[in-house]
C-alpha cells in the first residue's frame, strides 16, 4: 500500500519539515563567513561583508519547472554584470495550498544545490503556504561583493565593441523543448530535442564563468539579457548610456534549433 502524498496546508510550514529541508541551505559549520545562517524561528541571517557591495533580487515566475536553477542563475547573473562576485542568496517561497510536500522539498534540493555549484552560500528567507500564490513562485535575493570598479548598462561609450557570449535563444528555445515536448521532439528529432532540452544547463544560462573572465579584461559595461532578448538588452545599454549602437545581423548568432 502506498503512502498519500503529505499535503501542504495554508500557513507557515511545520517547523518540523522546514528543519528538514534545510538542509538544503548552507550551514555556518561549512564555512566561516556564515555567522548565523538558515534556521527555523530566525528572522535573519548574519554573514561576514565586504566595503562594497552589489544587491540583486529576481522572481522566478515565467515558469514553474527546474525552479532552482532559474533562481540561482538569474539573480546571480546581476551581479555578475555589474562586475561583482555573488556571494549570498535569500529567497522567498510563496506555495500554493494543497501543494505535496515533496514538490517543496525538491525545490529546496535543486536552489541548494545550485547554489552550491555556483559558490554562493544560500542562508535563509521565508517559507509560506499562501492562497495569494496560484503556482509556486520563488522570490531570490544575492548579495554580492564589487570585484573591481562597477561595469553598468550607462556605462556604454562610442567605439566599445559589443560582445555577446553564448548565443541568441538559448534560454527560450530549452524553454519550448521543456513546455511543448511533443511538438519540439516532432520539428527537432530525438537527437536534436535532447540537446535543447538539455542547454539549460550545457552550455547553461548562468554567466557566472563569463564573470571570471571579465574581471581579467577593463569593459565599460556589461549586462544580462533575459526577457526581451538581444535586442532589448542592446537597447537598455544604449538608452542608459546615451549612445547608440549598429548592429550586423548575420554577427548575431542563432543555433539552427532555434530557427526551427
Not at 548565443?167 to 524553454?175: D, F, S, V
Amino acid at each position: 500500500m502506498t503512502e498519500k502524498p503529505e499535503i501542504l496546508k495554508q500557513g507557515k510550514i511545520p517547523q518540523d519539515i522546514l528543519q528538514e529541508f534545510l538542509a538544503f541551505t548552507a550551514k555556518k559549520e561549512e564555512t566561516s563567513d556564515i555567522i548565523i545562517g538558515a534556521e527555523t524561528g530566525e528572522d535573519a541571517a548574519v554573514v561576514k561583508g565586504n566595503k562594497r557591495i552589489i544587491i540583486s533580487a529576481d522572481p522566478i515566475t515565467f515558469t514553474g519547472e527546474n525552479i532552482g536553477i532559474y533562481t540561482v542563475a538569474v539573480n546571480c547573473n546581476d551581479i555578475v554584470a555589474m562586475g561583482g562576485i555573488p556571494k549570498y542568496l535569500t529567497t522567498t517561497i510563496l506555495i500554493p495550498p494543497d501543494t505535496h510536500r515533496d514538490k517543496l522539498q525538491s525545490v529546496f534540493k535543486e536552489i541548494g544545490y545550485y547554489a552550491q555549484e555556483a559558490g554562493i552560500h544560500w542562508i535563509g528567507g521565508h517559507t509560506e503556504v499562501t492562497d495569494a500564490a496560484a503556482r509556486l513562485i520563488v522570490s531570490g535575493q544575492v548579495v554580492g561583493f564589487l570585484a573591481g570598479r562597477p561595469t553598468p548598462s550607462s556605462g556604454a561609450e562610442p567605439g566599445d565593441v559589443i560582445v555577446m557570449t553564448k548565443w541568441a535563444g538559448l534560454e527560450g528555445t530549452t524553454i519550448l523543448a521543456r513546455e511543448m515536448p511533443e511538438t519540439t521532439r516532432k520539428i527537432l528529432g530525438d537527437k536534436a530535442y535532447s540537446e535543447v532540452f538539455n542547454w539549460i544547463t550545457d552550455p547553461g544560462i548562468s554567466i557566472l564563468t563569463e564573470g571570471r573572465t571579465l574581471r581579467e579584461i577593463n569593459i565599460s559595461s556589461a549586462h544580462d539579457p533575459t526577457e526581451g532578448g538581444i535586442a532589448t538588452g542592446i537597447h537598455e545599454i544604449a538608452l542608459r548610456s546615451g549612445t547608440g549602437a549598429m548592429i550586423y545581423k548575420d554577427s548575431v548568432f542563432i543555433r539552427e534549433e532555434t530557427k526551427a
